[in-house]
């Protein structure tokens, strides 16, 4: 299964900044995913990458707030706009690998927002 | 998407099977059933996936019956370090990809 990672970790940052993240793997794939994981909470898919054009978004995130990059099959950035405490959340890539369409996640970022 | 039903939490004693059931009635016919494993503050970890029947590895079973309508993953002779959340996800074949959705979840605990 693909190897994955993410930059940075974790980080705290002041409300109205913007944080980029990074998801590196270590093979080639198609899709990418990000997700969302409020405190306590479920996982919820923010956007589908696909490398060559523009990223999906599912219902209640928008470009503005989570622009996206996919410059190439094994990179990928998210970028938190204008953060607010109800930004504070685990952001987690995943990757889309095998025949049978198997997602494998990255370790996550945890971001606080204060 | 297909929504899964799973309980909320469950406790078991270490060294016994644990059995985690989850309902997913309106299963579409091309729709893969998978189960992840998810520690505190970790991304969650893929741990079995089938189609029908049984399949097994490694680490755990998956039970499919002929409707397809539930799954039940089994978990063989549990110890502390399994406590976690699973996760049991039906994926959509969404042009040319399968689309997930994660519910709640089942929290296990594993008593000492």
């Known amino acids: 299964s693909a190897v994955i990672s993410q930059k940075p970790s974790r980080d705290i940052c002041q409300r109205g900044t913007s944080l980029t993240i990074q998801c590196q793997v270590d093979s080639q794939v198609t899709m990418m995913f990000w997700y969302r994981q409020q405190p306590g909470q479920s996982l919820t898919l923010i956007a589908t990458a696909n490398q060559g054009s523009e990223a999906t978004y599912e219902s209640g995130f928008v470009i503005d707030k989570f622009p996206i990059s996919r410059p190439n099959l094994t990179f990928s950035t998210l970028t938190v706009s204008n953060m607010s405490p109800e930004d504070s959340s685990i952001y987690l890539c995943s990757v889309e690998d095998g025949l049978l369409g198997t997602q494998y996640f990255g370790p996550g970022t945890r971001l606080t927002v204060l | 998407l297909a929504k899964t039903t799973q309980p909320i939490s469950m406790d078991s004693y270490e060294g016994q099977e644990v059995n985690i059931t989850c309902s997913h009635n309106n299963i579409a016919t091309n729709d893969y059933i998978t189960w992840y494993q998810q520690f505190p503050s970790q991304g969650p970890r893929f741990i079995i996936q089938?189609?029908?029947t049984k399949v097994t590895n490694e680490v755990a079973s998956l039970f499919i019956p002929a409707d397809r309508k539930s799954s039940t993953l089994s978990l063989p002779r549990v110890s502390l370090s399994d406590t976690a959340v699973y996760y049991c996800l039906v994926g959509e074949d969404s042009g040319g990809y399968q689309k997930v959705t994660f519910g709640t979840g089942t929290k296990l605990q594993v008593i000492p």
């Open positions: 089938g189609y029908k």
